[in-house]
């Protein structure tokens, strides 16, 4: 029981911090590119 909910516990981290880069990543880019083109 307590590897089940370590396994689903895990599981759902990773999914959490897969979603959170998904959302940043854009933003993230596009810092990347804006200090490319200042310089």
């Known amino acids: 029981m307590q590897y ?5 516990t ?3 981290l990773v ?3 897969c ?3 998904a959302w940043r990543l854009p933003n993230i ?3 990347i590119k804006n200090k ?3 310089q």
């Open 29 to 31: 880019i596009n810092s």
């Open 19 to 21: 979603f959170i880069i």
């Open 10 to 12: 895990l599981a759902y």
């Open 4 to 8: 089940g909910l370590w396994e689903t």
């Open 36 to 38: 490319g083109e200042k």
């Open 15 to 17: 999914l959490g911090v």
